[in-house]
């Protein structure tokens, strides 16, 4: 066995998506209405910040019959998600002064979303029906009022609208672009760590994509500021949505010109460079110092996963 096999590779997070969002019917109130008042219609429900799970000795269980989930509390927003067959899902937020009563419940587990998906608390065919409720809820929880006339606003479009009555405008959710790469140089990766990351861990650096800004130029732009690290030969790898609270990782390989860091304090802890076989050991848990990669359900598990599988000549 090669000592940079990895074993079998994970299954990127939130990217298991059973449900057929069907937008082209969120507009039809009669067949949503429809969806609603049958008796398989599912609902994920969010509460403030967190998720409500049910729990039993059969383990978690993120999805509600829909009339149970709106008896939990005082319901905010009920959005349209899709159908998984021809069963409808939905999203709902309950007010977030519910929280104590419904931890008060044994039957319910209160946590949230990030804790659910490094745990495997809930079935991945769960993960994005999951990340596109509490993204979208987060979104009219912080929007309610008109950003152009700041007239209260109304949910249509089965929640994937807001119409101000006052000026006609349209509001959308929105998805940040943020840019992820791992950068090499010959045999080695650049990886940084942020304060806010468990002790010991590593990962790829990760940026917003700015107004009028291609991928490529914030790829190369935020590996600079960050690290000091010049680059070239920016390549895409692969995307993530990452509803924290509602982003896409666009996942790309870089390949550095230079190798003197000057980290940026204001932004990260510490960067470094790691050779392959110091980037098995911290996929694999096992590296002397207690240093550690990525989670596995991450975007950037996956681009370091196939840096040391592929070796330093076939990354990109």
Not at 7 to 15: A, D, E, H, S, V
Not at 90 to 96: L, N, P, Q, V
Not at 102 to 124: F, H, M, N, Y
Request: one cysteine or more; hydrophobic letters at 40%.
């Amino acid at each position: 066995m090669s000592p940079f096999d990895l074993g079998p590779k994970p299954r990127l997070g939130y990217t298991a998506d059973p449900v057929e969002r069907l937008s082209e019917r969120r507009g039809d109130a009669k067949f949503l209405a429809e969806l609603a008042g049958r008796s398989d219609a599912g609902a994920y429900v969010v509460c403030g910040d967190l998720v409500v799970l049910r729990q039993d000795q059969a383990g978690n269980d993120p999805l509600f019959a829909l009339l149970q989930a709106q008896g939990l509390g005082r319901v905010q927003e009920l959005i349209f998600l899709g159908t998984v067959g021809r069963a409808g899902r939905f999203g709902i937020s309950i007010d977030a002064g519910e929280i104590d009563p419904l931890k008060a419940k044994p039957e319910l587990l209160i946590t949230d979303l990030r804790s659910i998906a490094v745990q495997g608390l809930v079935g991945t065919e769960h993960l994005s029906a999951l990340a596109e409720a509490k993204a979208v809820l987060h979104w009219h929880a912080r929007h309610r009022f008109c950003a152009n006339c700041g007239a209260l606003t109304g949910a249509v479009q089965g929640g994937w609208r807001r119409d101000c009555p006052a000026c006609a405008a349209e509001h959308f959710p929105r998805t940040d672009p943020v840019v992820i790469m791992l950068v090499s140089s010959g045999d080695k990766v650049l990886l940084g760590r942020q304060k806010h990351f468990p002790p010991g861990m590593y990962s790829c650096l990760a940026g917003f994509v700015e107004v009028a800004e291609t991928v490529e130029d914030a790829v190369r732009r935020e590996i600079f500021e960050e690290s000091g690290i010049r680059c070239t030969d920016v390549k895409y790898y692969m995307t993530q949505p990452w509803p924290y609270p509602s982003s896409l990782m666009i996942g790309c390989t870089a390949r550095a010109t230079n190798e003197d860091i000057v980290v940026d304090r204001a932004e990260l802890e510490d960067a470094r460079w790691f050779d392959r076989r110091e980037a098995t050991l911290m996929i694999k848990r096992e590296h002397p110092d207690g240093l550690a990669g990525p989670h596995p359900f991450a975007i950037a598990h996956h681009l370091l996963g196939r840096w040391v599988h592929n070796g330093p000549d076939k990354h990109a």
